[in-house]
């Protein structure tokens, strides 16, 4: 099965930079997709074999995820079951037979750090406690742009962006509890080198030149190891200031 995720940047404008044309070439059983920025009935999209399910924030051109599939799921579950953050749409469930499929759009501490205590104290702890629980159940794989770069080969100027929204030390931790609980970082799996980024500043000449942040990923239970045969990231693809990212399981 393969599976891609992807922050968008806001489908309508993804749309008109090629997106079609990627999914009708990455032969993706799902594609993940976060920051979609808009409501059903604002994207005119139509690809042949795939459905799209939706999980829209309140705010109208605002956050959200959704999941693009051409195998169709046994159920859907939009949200962790917290009023208080599931209004940004933030988070959408697919349960499959093997497993669940969670596609995260989580939430930036912002540049002042504003929103840091949110992420730290409430957003990363409820998530990590959604995932077990759904665990408990069956395997999970859990996939999109979670905000954070782990370890400092996971971005390209570690030292300067020390204590900056992305790369805080408690956003850090969040992923390390993560890690900790058994989920698997599959990317590292394979390429424990520096240089793989998924995210580039809009400034001149930043993407070209590979000054990055890896702050998308695919994360699995440890039961499916056995499983993983592939993940790679696409960074020539372009479309958005993130870039798709591919897990392959048996």
């Given amino acids: 099965m393969k599976l891609i995720s992807w922050n968008v940047n806001g489908l309508r404008a993804c749309l008109k930079k090629g997106f079609a044309d990627f999914v009708a070439v990455g032969d ?30 309140l705010k109208r051109g605002y956050s959200g995820t ?27 469930t697919a349960e499959f037979e093997e497993y669940f499929l969670v596609t995260v759009y989580t939430p930036n501490a912002k540049r ?10 409430e ?45 805080t030390d408690e956003e850090r931790a969040g992923f390390d509890r993560m890690v900790k609980a058994g989920f698997i970082d599959t990317f590292r799996e394979f ?22 942040w890896r702050l998308d990923y695919f994360l699995i239970s440890s039961v499916l190891r056995p499983r993983l045969i592939g993940a790679s990231i696409l960074a020539d693809v372009l479309g958005s200031d993130h870039c798709p990212i591919v897990v392959e399981l048996d």
């Fill in 28 to 57: 993706a059983d799902v594609i993940c997709l976060q920051e979609v920025r808009a409501l059903p009935d604002q994207v005119d999209m139509e690809i042949p074999g795939y459905t799209m399910i939706w999980n829209p924030a």
């Fill in 66 to 92: 959704a999941f693009l599939t051409r195998r169709m799921p046994l159920a859907v579950y939009p949200g962790m079951g917290y009023a208080e953050h599931d209004t940004e749409g933030r988070v959408l």
């Fill in 112 to 121: 002042e750090l504003t929103r840091l205590d949110y992420r730290e104290n």
């Fill in 123 to 167: 957003w990363d702890r409820t998530f990590l406690k959604f995932v077990r629980k759904l665990e408990k159940k069956k395997p999970v794989v859990f996939c999109g742009d979670l905000n954070v770069s782990h370890r400092e080969i996971d971005l390209a100027n570690p030292k300067s962006n020390r204590g900056n929204a992305g790369f």
């Fill in 191 to 212: 390429e424990t080198g520096p240089g793989h980024y998924t995210w580039w500043s809009n400034r001149p000449g930043v993407r070209e030149r590979n000054v990055g």
